[in-house]
């Protein structure tokens, strides 16, 4: 074989790339993982990974990469501020997810999983960007013959996996489109040393306020990075607002993190925000057209983020397991992956992200963040009410789950995407057609 062609072309080598080029390149396949950056690469990202995402890695076969012994933090749970309270959620006892959650600059953890997925036999190029796509019908559908490269190479390959990320340029062309009007989120970064780069707890700010004192639309987050990675003792700090077509959020996100920034140095003994950055999240799967006969989105691709607390890294590794355990059945299947892929996604997420969007939508409610804030942040349940919380926006919820909270939510889930299936049979939002 030559990196003229490959049983599996992996474009984009962010976790979902990488995951996907490991777990093929595990399987036996001939893989080559396409990157258009040079790594170790920075990618703009609050590069916190909650027990899911923990879980994930684990599954992958990545816990070294986060253990503790690596210097990685161990963070306990969510601290939640605002609205004249402050909660303590630890993250839940349960049978499947950890009660560890971490956080590692995506420089780092990126590069890590590239090396993971070559060390597995895949090959690796970085510095080509996948720019086109030879395709040819097969039952009325779109078959990937070959994809083009912007320094006018071309690979040709049996499957494609697309692991874009956002821009998805190649996912455009065959036909995915992000569904922009949906909820979203805009969000920035930043790292910021501090002496306490090793809290053992993610601090959220759920009430932000411009420097005259006025509330802001959207959210701030501190995740510890711990105190020997690639910026020292250090915290990711960063803000994000969720928006939508019908009520786009009206902020600066990047100037909203400098006065949070500001309003945070000295309780954290801040330096100055650096590496500050921006970027959209496409979110819950908000996409059409995730699959085709030989062809597959994966992570934010497919739009698979939470839309309820903006991970992203979890389901970007889950999906990219997923989809190549798919391919002996799609091998045998005259369809490949073309009806399978976008079933097993709304099988997998399909209630739980309807469900967080509709939440995620009342959010950008002007009011209703500031009515229902105090009751949670201040009411004498708020150490209960606030554990739900963080459980369920974590999506730390599975079906084999037998308490009330999590049957409730589940419930309220089928309900959702049931509600979307009747009243939108047409759009079909999510992974539709
Ligand atoms: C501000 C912000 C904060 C966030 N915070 C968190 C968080 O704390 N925790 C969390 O879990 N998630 C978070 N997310 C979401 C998370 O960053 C994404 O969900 C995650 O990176 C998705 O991984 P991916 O592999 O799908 O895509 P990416 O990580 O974006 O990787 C895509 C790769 O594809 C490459 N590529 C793109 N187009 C081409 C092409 N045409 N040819 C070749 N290569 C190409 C890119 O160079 C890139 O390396 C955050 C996102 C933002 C914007």
Redesign the pocket.
């Known amino acids: 074989m030559n990196d003229t062609e490959c049983e599996v072309l992996v474009?984009?080598?962010?976790?979902?790339?990488?995951?996907a080029a490991h777990r093929a390149a595990g399987a036996g396949r001939d893989v080559l993982l396409?990157?258009?950056?040079d790594?170790p690469?920075d990618?703009?990202?609050?590069?916190?990974?909650?027990p899911r995402?923990v879980h994930a890695l684990e599954r992958l076969g990545a816990s070294d990469l986060i253990s503790a012994s690596a210097g990685r933090p161990e963070i306990h749970g969510l601290k939640l501020h605002g609205f004249g309270g402050s909660v303590t959620a630890p993250w839940p006892e349960h049978p499947e997810f950890p009660s560890r959650g971490t956080?590692v600059a995506?420089t780092d953890i990126?590069n890590a999983l590239v090396n993971m997925a070559v060390a597995s036999g895949a090959r690796r190029r970085t510095g080509?960007?996948?720019?086109d796509v030879d395709t040819d019908l097969v039952n009325g559908a779109r078959r990937v013959r070959a994809v083009h490269?912007?320094d006018g190479s071309t690979v040709h390959c049996r499957y494609l996996v697309l692991?874009?990320?956002?821009?998805?340029?190649?996912a455009r062309a065959l036909g995915t489109r992000w569904l922009r009007g949906l909820v979203h989120?805009?969000?920035?970064?930043s790292y910021c040393p501090t002496p306490f780069g090793d809290e053992p707890w993610i601090h959220s700010h759920l009430e932000l306020r411009d420097a005259a004192g006025t509330a802001q639309p959207g959210y701030g987050?501190i995740?510890p990075l711990g105190t020997g990675g690639e910026h020292g003792s250090a915290v990711?700090l960063?803000c994000?607002a969720l928006s939508t077509s019908r009520r786009p959020a009206k902020v600066n996100?990047r100037r909203l993190l400098a006065t949070y920034a500001e309003q945070c140095r000295d309780e954290w003994r801040l330096g100055e925000p650096d590496y500050v950055?921006?970027?959209?999240?496409p979110m819950g799967g908000a996409v059409t057209r995730v699959a085709g006969v030989n062809w597959a989105a994966?992570?934010?691709?497919?739009a698979?983020?939470?839309p309820l607390?903006?991970?992203?890294?979890?389901?970007?590794l889950e999906?990219?397991s997923d989809v190549i355990d798919l391919l002996p059945d799609a091998d045998r299947s005259p369809d490949g992956l073309r009806y399978m892929w976008p079933a097993h996604l709304s099988e997998r997420y399909g209630d739980a992200f309807s469900l967080a969007r509709r939440a995620a939508t009342l959010l950008t409610m002007p009011g209703l963040l500031a009515a229902l804030g105090p009751l949670g942040m201040r009411g004498p349940l708020a150490d209960h009410l606030m554990g739900s919380a963080a459980r369920l926006m974590g999506n730390l919820v599975t079906p084999e789950d037998r308490d009330l909270t999590a049957r409730a939510w589940l419930t309220a889930g089928r309900l959702s995407s049931a509600h979307d299936r009747f009243w939108h049979a047409e759009s079909r939002p999510l992974f539709g057609r």
């Open positions: 474009v984009g080598a962010g976790p979902a790339g990488s995951a396409v990157d258009m950056q790594f690469r990618k703009t990202c609050g590069d916190g990974l909650t995402a956080a995506r990126d080509a960007k996948a720019v490269f912007a692991a874009e990320g956002v821009r998805s340029g190649v989120g805009v969000a920035a970064r987050w995740f990711n960063g994000g996100v950055a921006s970027a959209l999240l994966v992570g934010d691709t497919a698979l983020v939470n607390n903006g991970e992203g890294i979890d389901y970007a999906s990219a």
